[in-house]
């Protein structure tokens, strides 16, 4: 997942969070958090692996004050539910 953040264009800096949620764990959790040059690798990486990615500049934004190894907050339960289901539907018509 990706987003930007900034008052205006010079001040935005590239944010990304990776989410997991394996099977029988309990909440989808933060494997990866980074701005900057950091974001960028997380990007490639999920790109280089065809990890779909998902824009939400808001809710990258409310992820990434989470620490890697971290559940998401309950208060994001909903928005990233609906970043699983892109995903799904993403690898349906992917893989199908």
């Known amino acids: 997942m990706i987003g930007k953040t900034g008052k205006n264009i010079s001040e935005e800096t590239k944010l ?3 989410l997991q949620y394996p ?3 309990s909440a ?3 494997s990866a958090s980074g701005k900057g040059d950091l974001a960028e690798k ?3 990486i999920a790109k280089e692996n065809n990890v779909p990615i998902k824009e939400d500049k808001n809710l990258v934004e409310v ?3 989470v620490k890697p190894g971290e559940f998401i ?3 994001t ?3 990233v539910a609906s970043v699983f289901v892109f995903l799904k ?3 349906r018509k992917y893989y199908e």
């Open 16 to 18: 990304a969070v990776a």
């Open 23 to 25: 099977e029988g764990v």
């Open 28 to 30: 989808p959790f933060i």
């Open 42 to 44: 997380i990007i490639s």
């Open 63 to 65: 992820l990434s004050a």
């Open 73 to 75: 907050p309950l208060e």
């Open 77 to 79: 339960y909903e928005a």
């Open 89 to 91: 539907t993403f690898a």
